[in-house]
């Protein structure tokens, strides 16, 4: 997984289904440390309430662990979103803080295809999009 994340210039924040991280160069090399955990964006102390969740799997219904989620905004003007990525935990569950909007959502991990769908996210709603990845050819 590090080697996803070994080109970015830093500072680098990944959103997990637990939190946000803000990694610096030493996190990338050792994912497990943490500068720091809070939430941002349109959230409270229960989490996020607007914005995209949803679930990576694969084909026969595993989930896809540290798949990375990126939303690209379709409005025109398009909505500002927060230079990170959201990585899937161990049950394949990604969470995406976003302003209310159009978007699409593509999903990467390593030995799988690539994939795109689009969402839409209304204030105070947290859309569900769900991903089945197939192995890479």
């Known amino acids: 997984m590090p080697k996803l994340f070994s080109r970015l210039i830093m500072p680098v924040a990944i959103w997990t289904a637990a939190g946000l991280c803000a990694c610096d160069q030493s996190e990338r090399e050792d994912p497990s440390r943490s500068v720091s955990s809070s939430t941002s964006g349109d959230t409270d102390a229960s989490g996020i309430h607007t914005g995209v969740k949803g679930r990576v799997m694969t084909a026969?219904?595993?989930?896809?662990v540290g798949a990375v989620v990126l939303p690209e905004s379709r409005d025109n003007p398009a909505q500002?979103?927060?230079?990170?990525?959201?990585?899937?935990?161990e049950h394949g569950e990604y969470q995406w803080p976003l302003r209310p909007g159009s978007y699409s959502m593509s999903v990467t991990a390593q030995g799988f295809e690539?994939?795109?769908?689009?969402?839409?996210?209304?204030?105070?709603?947290?859309?569900?999009?769900?991903?089945?990845?197939?192995?890479?050819?």
């Open 80 to 89: 500002a979103i927060p230079e990170m990525a959201a990585v899937t935990n």
């Open 114 to 137: 690539s994939m795109a769908k689009p969402v839409e996210v209304e204030q105070g709603q947290l859309a569900t999009l769900n991903f089945t990845l197939t192995p890479a050819r």
């Open 60 to 64: 026969d219904d595993k989930p896809v």
